[in-house]
């Protein structure tokens, strides 16, 4: 790459992309996004594994969204539309909100009245969209854009509309090309279950042109009060303070089993007790601040490490996955911890309030004097 210039999903990858030459491309740079080494996550697993962290909270608006929605965004202007409108657990809102300004588009958010992190609504807010706040869950809210979008002339960018999977798969295309090869197993959260399916597809689609020569388990982790797939039924009143994966009635239901079983993975559920566990540590022994809902993909992993999961599935020691002889790993931390900050701060030490004086300070610090 060198000094070439980085920008967007779209121009990296316009030959996976249903673009053309002259569609009007809707861009803030996202993508790019950085693959982490988290050797105090290996480190917890043990010697027969490298844990990398596929960093997407550092997307233009903080989270994976705005891979779907540069290509979701850029097709419904290329399709004349002026007004595009989603259900959010926070983050589409965001996204959304803030590609709609750069086109010049207006755009309708509808967001689960008090179970939005606090960025998320500042952002959508700032970004000029027209917010509202229904009176009920994630689930109620979809279920009101699908039906305004289907009667009247505003394009749906909720991860149903097609184009939005088409950008989220880059990611894994992303991961391909910085290890050089798909990892052996990708973990990830679901909430509405459009980014494993997305992330599956990529793998697939590099897999079928040959520049990679295996593909991954999938591992989906849903939270534990929200977790319809796993528990095999639709869950009327979905619990987490994972707010962005408080989900009930996932949209991409079907996909993300088919992913699971194709790739021979798993979706499973974890606790909140386990998410914030997961959330603190890589806050702590990694320095990687995500969102709760992020943490579930590093809790999931956690949790089967723990179970010996990794110690039965021994590395692969021949063919394309045996350069290393580790067993390679990606965890997706989907969005940035500065959504999210009173959770943050809820599971953090508070300050210690002291007199503006050095005494106060080493009253509560040990140091040595030079
Ligand atoms: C940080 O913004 O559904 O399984 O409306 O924000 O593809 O839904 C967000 C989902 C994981 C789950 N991590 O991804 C929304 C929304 C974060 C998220 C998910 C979301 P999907």
């Keep these: 790459m060198g000094s070439v210039r980085w920008s967007g999903i779209i121009s990296a990858y316009r030959e996976f992309l249903p673009v053309g030459v002259d569609s009007p491309i809707v861009t803030l740079n996202e993508g790019n996004t950085p693959l982490i080494p988290a050797p105090a996550v290996s480190r917890e697993i043990g010697p027969q594994v490298d844990v990398y962290l596929k960093f997407e909270g550092l997307n233009p608006t903080g989270s994976f969204k705005d891979r779907g929605m540069t290509m979701a965004v850029t097709k419904a202007v290329e399709e004349g539309s002026s007004a ?3 259900a959010s657990t926070g983050n589409t809102s965001a996204s959304a909100a803030a590609y709609a300004a750069r086109a010049g588009m207006n755009c309708i958010v509808i967001i689960p009245d008090g179970n939005i992190a606090l960025g998320k609504l500042a952002q959508a807010l ?15 809210a979809l279920r009101i854009v699908r039906e305004v979008t289907a009667k009247y002339k505003i394009t749906l960018v909720n991860s ?9 798969k880059t990611g894994a295309f992303e991961i391909c090309d910085v290890l050089g090869e798909a ?16 992330y599956w597809r990529g793998y697939k689609e ?12 999938m591992m989906g ?4 009060g929200a977790a319809p797939i796993v528990r095999g039924h639709v869950v009327e009143k979905p619990e987490t303070l994972a707010t962005a994966i408080r989900i009930g009635n996932p949209a991409s239901w079907k996909l993300a089993e088919a992913a699971r079983d194709e790739s021979g993975g798993v979706i499973d559920m974890v606790s909140d007790e386990e998410i914030v566990e997961a959330y603190r540590f890589l806050a702590q022994s990694e320095g990687v601040f995500c969102e709760p809902a992020s ?31 580790k067993v390679r790993i ?12 009173k959770n943050a701060i809820e599971f953090s030490p508070k300050p210690i309030s002291v007199p503006a004086n050095v005494e106060a300070i080493l009253e509560h610090v040990a140091l040595e004097e030079r």
């Design 84 to 86: 595009v409108m989603c």
């Design 126 to 140: 700032l970004h000029g969209a027209k917010v509202f706040a229904v009176a009920g869950n994630f689930d109620d």
């Design 160 to 168: 149903i509309n097609p184009y939005r999977l088409e950008g989220q």
């Design 183 to 198: 990892p052996q197993y990708h973990f990830i959260p679901v909430g509405n279950a459009g980014n494993i399916t997305a």
């Design 206 to 217: 590099y897999y079928a042109k040959g520049l990679v020569s295996g593909l991954p388990k």
């Design 221 to 224: 982790f849903q939270a534990e």
């Design 295 to 325: 943490a579930a993909s590093v809790a999931g992993l956690l949790k089967y490490a723990r179970q010996g999961f990794f110690t039965r599935h021994h590395p692969v020691t021949v063919g394309p996955h045996a350069t290393s002889g």
């Design 330 to 341: 990606v965890c997706v931390l989907t969005g940035h911890g500065l959504k999210d900050p």
